[in-house]
């Protein structure tokens, strides 16, 4: 017990700690859910652009235990457990050669009749989340789904949906049909959208322009609009001046 706490300590680290940093290798789950009935199987792939990735586990047996006969068989770049037993739960990564790691995933094998059908993988901030409540028995039964130990809602059929999941979405799911049984518990873990990106700098300085053009149209139409009263005004006076003017020259002559 006490190595699965701490196995479950350290996934839950790399979880938080795979959202904040580029991974050169990644792992693939293949089905992708965490939850799987004894005598299943996975498989378990490696995405690199490196060569030379195994897969690793922790379990409550043996620690930093690579892909082998022992518990696994490589079949191209995938690492696949025929014949799944409780004995199997732990963390699960990829490691390359060079030491570089993959954040862990939990996988959970239960010899009881319920598992709960959720996504292995960190899922994306607002993305629509189905959790299905599975059981090995042929049952019509509504399921029940807990959250972090609290009960969130029966529902009529065996999945439960989240339409936009967010970061307080995040928690121990787990979930139970009346009669046939209740599944093992599995964290749901939630990555923050990535950012926006920045406009490109065409668009800003097209941005720009449209912002001066703005803000200088009102002083250019009153420039304008102040130069034609001007001229106007002075247009109006000009014939009083040429009247003056022959006045003048008539009583000069005179």
């Known amino acids: 017990m006490e190595i699965t706490m701490l196995c479950l300590i350290f996934c839950l680290n790399t979880l938080s700690s795979s959202g904040t940093k580029d991974e050169k290798v990644s792992i693939r789950v293949i089905p992708g859910r965490s939850q799987f009935f004894k005598y299943s199987s996975v498989s378990l792939g490696c995405e690199s652009s490196a060569g030379g990735n195994t897969v690793k586990r922790n379990t ?3 620690r930093q235990d690579s892909c082998s006969c022992s518990w696994g068989r490589f079949n191209g770049s995938f690492c696949t457990i025929s014949d799944l037993y409780p004995e199997d739960s732990g ?20 010899a009881g009749s319920v598992i709960l059908e959720s996504p292995v993988l960190p899922v994306m901030e607002g993305d629509a989340v189905t959790l299905n409540c599975t059981t090995d028995i042929p049952s019509n039964l509504p ?22 999941v967010s970061k307080s979405d995040e928690g121990f799911y787990k979930c139970s ?40 149209t009102p002083y250019l139409l009153s420039t304008i609009l102040l130069g034609l009263i001007f001229r106007d005004r002075r247009r109006a006076t000009q014939p ?12 000069e002559v005179e």
């Open 240 to 251: 009083d001046e040429e009247q003056d003017r022959s006045h003048a020259v008539i009583m």
């Open 60 to 62: 409550s047996f043996r």
């Open 177 to 216: 049909i009346s009669g046939v049984g209740e599944s093992p518990e599995s964290w749901l873990a939630v990555r923050a959208s990535p950012p926006a990106a920045p406009p490109p700098a065409a668009l800003l300085s097209v941005s720009r322009l449209m912002c001066h053009v703005v803000v200088g």
């Open 143 to 164: 399921a029940g789904f807990y959250r972090d130990g609290f009960f969130i809602r029966t529902g009529s059929t065996e999945e439960m949906t989240i339409h936009s």
């Open 91 to 110: 963390l699960y990564w990829c490691e390359t050669e060079s030491g570089e790691c993959s954040h862990a995933v939990n996988i959970t094998v239960t």
